[in-house]
C-alpha cells in the first residue's frame, strides 16, 4: 500500500515568514495529492490538493508543488499569520483511499 | 449546505464496554468513509461506503468494529467490545463523487 512521510513533526514561525511542509510518497500509481489543515477541536479541512499532471498550483498564499519523478510534494505558506497556526496534513491516493502523512503542527508566532 | 456531523463528540468508556459512533453525511453524498487517527499518529482509513454497501473495509483493525450504514444515510460505527488501544479520534468523511472527501469534526474516543 501506500505510505506517505511528513516532515517536520512541529514548526514553528514568526508571522509573516514562509513555512514549508514537505511529503513524500511511495506509489507511483498515486495521483491525487490533497493538503488538509485542522484547527482545534474541528476535523481536517480541505485547503489545497495537485493532480499528478500538474507541477504547482497556488492559491492566494499557499502552493503546493509536485514531483513525481522524485515522489515529493509539498506545501508552502507564505506571509504567515497566527490563523494558520493548526496540524497539517498531507496525503496521497488514486483512488478513494487517502493515505495520510502524520501530521506537521504549525505554531505562528506573533 | 450542512457539514458533516459526527456523535458524540467525546467518549469515554472503560475496556471492554461497547460504544456506537454515528456519522451523518453530507445530504446526497453516497460516498462515505471511516478514518481514525491514534495517538498523534497518521490518520488511517477504515472503510468505505458507496450507500449502503461497503466497498472496502480492508481498513477495519479487526472484528470488533462494526460499521453500517442502513438506508444508504447515516452510518454507525460500533466497537465491542473496547480495549485500550482503540483510543483515538474516529473521523467521518463523505463525498459526492470519488475524492474530494469533506471530513466531519471527529469523535475522540478514550477507552480507560
Known amino acids: 500500500g501506500e505510505n506517505v512521510e511528513q516532515h517536520p513533526s512541529t514548526l514553528s514561525v514568526q508571522e509573516g515568514d514562509s513555512a514549508v511542509i514537505k511529503c513524500t510518497y511511495s506509489?507511483?500509481?498515486?495521483?491525487?495529492f490533497p493538503w488538509y489543515k485542522q484547527e482545534l477541536g474541528k476535523g481536517p479541512q480541505l485547503i489545497i490538493d495537485?493532480?499528478?499532471?500538474?507541477g504547482e498550483k497556488k492559491d492566494q498564499r499557499i502552493a503546493v508543488t509536485l514531483n513525481k519523478t522524485a515522489k515529493h510534494f509539498s506545501l508552502h505558506i507564505t506571509e504567515t499569520q497566527p490563523e494558520d497556526s493548526a496540524v497539517y496534513f498531507c496525503a496521497a491516493t488514486n483512488d478513494y483511499k487517502l493515505s495520510f502523512g502524520a501530521g506537521t503542527t504549525v505554531t505562528v508566532r506573533a | 449546505e450542512a457539514g458533516v456531523t459526527q456523535f458524540p463528540s467525546h467518549s469515554v468508556i472503560e475496556k471492554g464496554q461497547t460504544v456506537t459512533l454515528r456519522c451523518d453525511p453530507i445530504?446526497?453524498?453516497?460516498?462515505l468513509y471511516w478514518y481514525r487517527r491514534v495517538m498523534g499518529k497518521e490518520i488511517k482509513f477504515l472503510l468505505h461506503?458507496?450507500?449502503?454497501?461497503?466497498?472496502?473495509e480492508s481498513g477495519m483493525p479487526n472484528n470488533r468494529f462494526l460499521a453500517e450504514r442502513t438506508g444508504g444515510t447515516y452510518s454507525t460505527l460500533k466497537v465491542q467490545p473496547a480495549e485500550l488501544e482503540d483510543s483515538g479520534v474516529y473521523f467521518c468523511?463523505?463525498?459526492?463523487?470519488?475524492?474530494?472527501?469533506?471530513f466531519g469534526p471527529g469523535t475522540r474516543l478514550l477507552v480507560l
Open positions: 445530504s446526497g453524498h453516497d460516498n
Open positions: 461506503f458507496v450507500k449502503e454497501s461497503k466497498q472496502d
Open positions: 506509489d507511483s500509481a498515486s495521483n491525487y
Open positions: 495537485i493532480r499528478s499532471n500538474v
Open positions: 468523511a463523505s463525498s459526492q463523487r470519488v475524492g474530494h472527501a469533506t
